[in-house]
């Protein structure tokens, strides 16, 4: 067994996305292919995607059947756990979630597992999104909000079928949803290995650059999507926190929320402490840890939550409870 974690990419987005092709092509720009683990949470009993990337993943495990994740995170653990037996002969391991599974759930199951947590590292989400189709999804039961919400990289695709304006407007949509994720174009999903790989999306250390410029794009957004009960919150204060008071109501307001809190992240000062204290997690698993120093940067506070009915007053009133 591998002493280092076992890094994970999770590539979600909407059926006909394109998800398989970028895999694809992902997968052949590796020297040595089988090194490069690949499970497959599909839906239904005929897996076609299997002969779709059997020449370029001869390492791939196993196919998670099932639509709902009642139905899927058992069986996922389970995968998971048998690729950790296996994991001396693997550098990176990258799921590829069918077109209506909650990308959540796949990270939260990581993520709270006290075995997958030590030794596989989430490295971050990944969601294709049609460029042409995307809209028309919003309103269905097929997750397509959540897999934006969730994401750190958004791989927009079919650019080459859409027009500069729709584009533009696409966009914009996926930025109210989710402000803090790297957004590419792509064309028959032809992009580099760098949109899915080495992302840090759960790493604390890259939080600060994360969110840097989404207070001032977004400091409250909903649009259409507050109509779908998902929100994206900004929140910026310069008060300085008592580090015992706010992890005490982080806690109780995540234990809470766990069901509604999609992605939540932040940079926080605290009395007596010279550096930044930086959050990031999924649902109730938030990952606290020491940042840079402020140096004489002016000390400012940005917490963001993605997520459902969010409120962003109950949240301001919590905060003023943790003011040294």
């Known amino acids: 067994m591998q002493n280092t974690p076992l890094p994970v990419t999770i590539i979600s987005g909407f059926l006909g996305s394109g998800k398989t092709t970028l895999l694809k092509r992902i997968l052949s720009t590796f020297e040595n292919p089988k090194r490069i683990a690949v499970v497959e949470n599909e839906l239904g009993d005929t897996p076609i995607d299997d002969l779709l990337l059997a020449e370029y993943a001869p390492a791939k495990l196993d196919t998670v059947l099932g639509r709902t994740c009642c139905e899927t995170r058992g069986a996922f653990v389970k995968v998971m756990r048998s690729i950790l037996e296996k994991s001396q002969d693997f550098d990176r391991l990258i799921i590829e979630s069918t077109g209506v599974v909650h990308p959540g759930m796949l990270a939260n199951a990581i993520l709270s597992d006290p075995e997958l947590s030590t030794k596989l590292k989430l490295d971050g989400i990944v969601t294709v999104v049609d460029a042409l189709n995307f809209e028309a999804h919003l309103d269905g039961d097929g997750h397509a909000r959540e897999q934006v919400a ?23 949509l996926l930025k109210t949803i989710n402000p803090t994720a790297k957004y590419t174009h792509a064309s028959y999903a032809q992009t580099d290995a760098s949109t899915i790989m080495n992302l840090g999306g759960f790493d604390t250390s890259k939080v600060s650059s994360a969110i840097g410029g989404c207070f001032a794009l977004h400091s409250h957004v909903g649009g259409k999507s507050h109509q779908h009960k998902i929100t994206t919150l900004a929140i910026n204060t310069t008060d300085t926190y008592a580090f015992l008071s ?10 809470i929320n766990r069901d509604n809190i999609y ?29 840079e120093p402020w140096g004489d940067s002016q000390r400012t506070n940005t917490l963001i939550f993605i997520g459902e009915n969010l409120n962003e007053n109950e949240i301001r009133e919590g905060l003023k409870k943790c003011i040294y």
């Open 263 to 291: 992605r939540a992240k932040g940079v926080l000062s605290f009395v007596n402490v010279d550096r930044k204290i930086v959050f990031q997690g999924v649902h109730d698993n938030i990952y606290v840890d020491l940042g």
């Open 246 to 255: 706010f992890k005490d109501w982080l806690e109780e307001y995540v234990a």
């Open 150 to 172: 969730f994401a750190d990289s958004i791989i927009i695709n079919k650019t080459d079928l859409s027009t500069f304006d729709n584009l533009e407007k696409l966009t914009k």
